[in-house]
Each structure stands twice: as structure tokens, then as C-alpha cells.
């Protein structure tokens, strides 16, 4: 406790008062180490591998009076957090939910567990003012009464109370400590996949490995994002796409990204990084008086047969690569006529009222019952499916089918109604997966070098190439311009 000297200057006297001035706690210090107590690794040395899943550590707080001596008097809980990553939960002598108690001004030795932590990762502390009540007892912030006199009840009206369960309703210092960071690898493409059907990151911001020696590489640039590959991660889920809403300015087929983040989410089952921030070397190719930065790194597809494309534990491993089908034949029952008493050559529709919509709604539907028939037969391409989006199935010799879309081909050069029951030598593309319906899972041309067919009644096949083209230089086009909206987005 400090002393001060106030001066009060008063009509027709002078005096001075001497008042205390009462110090209050100005900040918190948060110190952390492993959770065997050992330190941890400095700014010069290797960082910890990437938790996967949830790991340990130690932390002491302490409240801390402008001086920077310990405020003894400070007597309370304080919250603690992660960033980034989430505590899951704190244990020790001290803890409750949380938090920790603070007492004389200090907590030692006291565990949390954090998820997903990663890269540069920090432990915080903050005085909020909470106490946690007893759960045989009502707490202050929800007994209906106004307990500190300031005209407002309980949580959430009153600001001094933290949560519900809040057993004061005064609030806290607000007072907060950072700890040094805790440096851990940045996660890879393929744990931000997690290595699986989901992103461990939902809704997380994330910041990817792009060196050592992860080699991200730009494999498709579309209208809405790009895709990019880690090359030297040999663990498969190395694939992602980053949503940008239009195509993302200064970037080509080739680039390799030197820096990589976004949020990482599920969007109908398809792993994305939406809102990215990315770091370009633009990609040199070679010329005959200048090895440049050598041949484009873009890894050739992967090649999927006939028994591979209903393995949902590969596709989900290859969810966002490149990816090729050959031998295929597009669907045989593939037009815009009502289905009205089966699928036929040119009626595979199952808008059956034409109000430009399938009712999954109604119970019994006729549509609906339609639309699951036609899902179910690997021949139908349901029209109102390709209408809207140009995707369309193809099939195996042995009747297995997967869907594609050829749009990056225009309409007046290969018209895919056209070809029904006809064969297409080869469809490259990058893989997508959306969650909703029987086909989970589609191909993507990138640009029309993708498309390899023999067909005289198609410009597309006629002129274009008679086999698949090296990734080396399949789809390398100038760099994208600027992006027009980047005002609106």
C-alpha cells in the first residue's frame, strides 16, 4: 500500500490533505513449462513437434502491483486461456473449471490441458472478476437480487457477472498476463485435413507449414479459390482448397506458397481454408539461357480405376489432389424430358412438375422417390443436378460410376448431353466432395487439356490433345489479374 500527497486548493484557505492511495493489481505474469516441469525449448532451438490432439504443460500466475512486486493482497480466480488452441481443462490444488485461485497473489504448479496448439502458441490469464459458485448454492448472479447495489440484476444484465454460475456480482481488476510463447511445428496441409474425414481446426484460424520441408505447390486456380499440394508429405491428405471467393489475383498453375492461413472448416464435408492469407514465389520456368527455378512441381494425377472411386477412406485422402479417370463412358440415360415412367435415353429429369425443383420435403414424393432411383442406377444423370451445377456421371466397364463436370469446356465445344452412352478417353481434374446426395464425390476439369476424347461431332475432342498432358504443363496459363471486386469481398 503507497501513500500520496493530494493538494486541495479551497476558497480563502490553503491546506493540505494527505489521502491513501490504494495500488491495485496492474497486471498478471504467467510463467509455463512442460508439464514434467522441465523448461522448454528456446527461441534457437527446434520447436516441440505438433500435439495432435491435446497436450499438457505447467503454469504459475502471479498478480503483479504497478511496481512490479507481487500484490500479496490479491485474493481471487483467474481465467485462463490459449491462443491458439482451447483449454480443455485445468487441474491442481488450485483449480476450478477454468480457473485458478490466486492466493497472497500467487498459483503455482498448476496443469492445463490445451487442443490443437500449435505453431506459436500462448497461455493468458485474466482477473474477470468471477468466482465460481458452490452448485449446492444459488449464485449471486442468478438469486434474482441485486446484491452490489447498482440497480442491475444477475447475468446477463449486470457486467459484473462473468457467467450464470458467478458467485459475485462486482467485477475484476481485469487485469492480464501473456506467457513467453510455447513454440510448436506448424501444422501440414494433412493435419489440417486430420488425416481423416474431418479438420480438427473447425472454425479455428490456422497457419500452415509452408517450409521445411513442406513444398506447397499450386496445382488449380478456378473461380472461387485455388488448390495446392504438399509435395513431400508422404502421409496422403496433402491437398487443400482455399476459398477466395473470385480467383485469386498474381497466381498461376506452378506457384509455390512460401506463406499459407486461413480458417479451416467443413463445408458440406469438403476441408477448406476460407478468408486465406498466402505468400507467393512466383514460379520461373526454365529457358534455354536460364535454368529458372526448374520444371513446374505439380505432381501428376492420380490415377483411379474402377474399384477405387466408391473407397471413401482413399478419397478422403485424396479429397482436393489431382486426379484422372480413364475409359470411361458417359451416362446413358441423360436428358431433360420428365422421367415420367422410367429413365430413358433423353428423360432423366425428376422435376416431374417442372417448378424447377425437386420436393425432398413431401413424404412419399414422387420426385424424391425418382431422384434416389436414378442416384442408384450408375447409367442416370439427373437432369436438375446437371442443370444447375454441369456435373454428370461417368462409368466403368464394370458398372461403377463417379461424377464429373467439364465446364471449363465450353458448351459449344464438348456438349456432354451429346455424348451419352459415348466414351471419354481420359478426365483429369481436382477432387471435390460435397456431402449431400448418393455422389459424394466429383472431378473437375481444370481447363480443357484435361478432357482427352475421340469423338468427330465434338470440337473439343477433334482439336484438342489425343493424350493426357504432363502436369509440367497442363493448365500453366498467364497469371491471374487482378481481382475486380476486391472492394466488395
Known amino acids: 500500500m503507497k501513500r500520496g500527497l493530494i493538494l486541495a486548493a479551497l476558497p480563502l484557505l490553503a491546506c493540505t490533505t494527505q489521502n491513501e492511495i490504494v495500488e491495485r493489481t496492474e497486471a498478471l505474469r504467467v510463467d509455463v513449462r512442460a508439464a514434467d516441469g522441465s523448461q522448454l525449448p528456446g527461441q534457437n532451438e527446434p520447436p516441440l513437434p505438433l500435439p495432435i490432439g491435446e497436450v499438457e504443460l505447467e503454469i504459475d500466475v502471479r498478480a503483479r502491483l504497478p511496481s512490479g512486486d507481487i500484490d500479496v493482497g490479491f485474493n481471487g480466480f483467474v481465467r485462463i486461456g490459449a491462443e491458439p488452441g482451447a483449454i480443455v481443462s485445468v487441474t491442481g490444488d488450485r483449480a476450478s473449471g477454468r480457473n485458478v485461485l490466486v492466493l497472497d497473489g500467487v498459483a503455482e504448479k498448476q496443469r492445463v490441458t490445451v487442443r490443437n496448439a500449435r505453431g506459436t502458441t500462448r497461455i493468458w490469464a485474466e482477473d474477470i472478476g468471477y468466482v465460481p459458485a458452490d452448485p449446492n448454492q444459488p449464485p449471486l448472479c442468478a438469486d434474482g437480487l441485486d446484491n452490489d447495489d447498482d440497480g442491475l440484476f444477475d447475468f446477463p444484465q449486470d457486467?459484473?457477472?462473468?457467467?450464470?454460475?458467478?458467485?459475485?456480482?462486482?467485477?475484476?481488476?481485469?487485469?492480464?498476463?501473456?506467457?513467453?510463447?510455447?513454440?510448436?511445428?506448424?501444422?501440414?496441409?494433412?493435419?489440417?485435413?486430420?488425416?481423416?474425414?474431418?479438420?480438427?481446426?473447425?472454425?479455428?484460424?490456422?497457419?500452415?507449414?509452408?517450409?521445411?520441408?513442406a513444398n506447397l505447390i499450386v496445382t488449380r486456380i478456378s473461380s472461387d479459390g485455388f488448390y495446392v499440394t504438399d509435395t513431400t508429405d508422404p502421409g496422403g491428405y496433402n491437398h487443400v482448397f482455399a476459398f477466395t471467393f473470385n480467383a485469386p489475383a498474381g497466381m498461376r498453375v506452378c506457384d509455390r506458397l512460401t506463406g499459407l492461413s486461413g480458417t479451416a472448416l467443413e463445408f458440406f464435408g469438403f476441408t477448406e481454408l476460407s478468408f486465406p492469407s498466402f505468400d507467393l514465389k512466383e514460379w520461373r520456368f526454365p529457358t534455354p539461357t536460364d535454368p529458372g527455378d526448374g520444371p513446374c512441381q505439380v505432381p501428376e494425377p492420380i490415377v483411379l480405376d474402377e474399384n477405387s472411386v466408391d473407397?471413401?477412406?482413399?478419397?478422403?485422402?485424396?479429397?482436393?489432389?489431382?486426379?484422372?479417370?480413364?475409359?470411361?463412358?458417359?451416362?446413358?440415360?441423360?436428358?431433360?424430358?420428365?422421367?415420367?415412367?422410367?429413365?430413358?435415353?433423353?428423360?432423366?429429369?425428376?422435376?416431374?412438375?417442372?417448378?424447377?425443383?425437386?420436393?425432398?420435403?413431401?413424404?412419399?414424393?414422387?420426385?424424391?422417390?425418382?431422384?434416389?432411383?436414378?442416384?442408384?442406377?450408375?447409367?442416370?444423370?439427373?437432369?436438375?443436378?446437371?442443370?444447375?451445377?454441369?456435373n454428370y456421371r461417368v462409368v466403368f466397364p464394370n458398372g461403377k460410376s463417379v461424377q464429373v463436370n467439364t465446364g471449363t469446356v465450353p458448351?459449344?465445344?464438348?456438349?456432354?448431353?451429346?455424348?451419352?452412352?459415348?466414351?471419354?478417353?481420359?478426365?483429369?481434374?481436382?477432387?471435390?466432395?460435397?456431402?449431400?446426395?448418393?455422389?459424394?464425390w466429383t472431378i473437375e476439369a481444370r481447363c480443357p487439356v484435361d478432357l482427352v476424347c475421340d469423338e468427330a461431332t465434338q470440337t473439343a475432342c477433334v482439336e484438342g490433345p489425343k493424350s493426357p498432358i504432363s502436369s509440367q504443363i497442363a493448365c500453366v496459363f498467364p497469371r491471374t489479374q487482378d481481382d475486380p471486386n476486391e472492394a466488395s469481398n
Do not use: H
Request: a negative charge; hydrophobic letters at 35%.
Open 159 to 213: 457486467p459484473g457477472c462473468a457467467f450464470a454460475n458467478d458467485d459475485t456480482e462486482t467485477s475484476g481488476t481485469f487485469a492480464t498476463g501473456v506467457s513467453k510463447p510455447v513454440r510448436f511445428e506448424k501444422p501440414r496441409i494433412g493435419d489440417i485435413q486430420g488425416r481423416g474425414a474431418q479438420t480438427p481446426y473447425q472454425l479455428e484460424g490456422v497457419d500452415v507449414a509452408t517450409d521445411d520441408p
Open 411 to 440: 458448351r459449344t465445344r464438348f456438349d456432354p448431353v451429346a455424348m451419352r452412352g459415348k466414351p471419354i478417353s481420359v478426365i483429369t481434374g481436382t477432387l471435390r466432395n460435397f456431402s449431400g446426395g448418393a455422389l459424394n
Open 311 to 390: 473407397d471413401g477412406v482413399l478419397l478422403e485422402q485424396i479429397e482436393s489432389a489431382l486426379v484422372r479417370v480413364q475409359g470411361v463412358t458417359v451416362g446413358a440415360f441423360f436428358g431433360d424430358k420428365p422421367a415420367q415412367g422410367g429413365f430413358k435415353p433423353d428423360a432423366s429429369n425428376c422435376d416431374l412438375d417442372g417448378n424447377g425443383s425437386i420436393d425432398f420435403e413431401t413424404i412419399g414424393s414422387l420426385e424424391a422417390e425418382c431422384a434416389n432411383l436414378c442416384g442408384a442406377d450408375p447409367q442416370c444423370v439427373e437432369w436438375t443436378g446437371f442443370a444447375a451445377r454441369g
